[in-house]
């Protein structure tokens, strides 16, 4: 799938989908997302209060500037409808960047999941990244498949909240050889 880079700074359009880095008028959508627990319940610190929220795309905005990388809200391009998000944040732990997705449940089997976090791994790497991870929870088989579909291998885990969280790591693909 070819991935092209909008000319408005760091969107990308992939077949299917628009991501754009968010802004301040995604802040209703993403405090819908991120408190319902369909949606986000299952992302690493669950989900989040609207104040929490506010922060976080404070966060995320300044993030932007800073890497030149973050997160994005995912529009369906026939639509306009947002779908949830995607994006390459820096770990809490200090352990690297780390591919996160979470997508309203009425998403699910449809590829957009998929779709996103490959669009973004892609961004990632074409930034510079030398390796990008992602944590899914051992029994969140639909994330855990995504990454793999992806090219993401499952490299570690460790325990978070009683549950046990998978690590996942992918590194830039080899250039071809000219041969």
């Not at 802040?27 to 319940?41: H, Q, T, V, Y």
């Not at 209060?49 to 995320?60: I, V």
């Not at 352990?95 to 699910?108: E, M, Q, T």
């Amino acid at each position: 799938m070819v991935v092209q880079r909008l000319a408005e700074g760091n969107g990308i359009t992939t077949p299917r989908l628009s991501l754009r880095p968010v802004a301040p008028e995604n802040l209703p959508d993403l405090i819908a997302l991120k408190a319902d627990e369909d949606a986000f319940g299952l992302m690493l610190h669950g989900i989040r209060t609207p104040e929490r929220t506010r922060e976080e795309l404070e966060d995320d905005m300044e993030f932007w500037l800073v890497r030149g990388y973050g997160t994005w809200a995912v529009y369906e391009r026939a639509t306009g409808d947002f779908l949830g998000i995607t994006g390459l944040m820096e770990r809490p732990d200090g352990r690297g960047v780390a591919l996160r997705f979470a997508l309203w449940p009425a998403c699910r089997g449809k590829g957009y999941a998929r779709e996103a976090a490959r669009a973004a791994l892609a961004f990632g790497f074409r930034r510079g990244l030398a390796q990008i991870q992602a944590v899914a929870w051992e029994g969140n088989t639909a994330s855990r498949q995504v990454l793999v579909d992806i090219g993401m291998v499952e490299c570690d885990d460790f325990q978070h909240r009683g549950r046990r969280m998978l690590l996942f790591r992918a590194s830039p693909p080899e250039p071809l050889s000219a041969g």
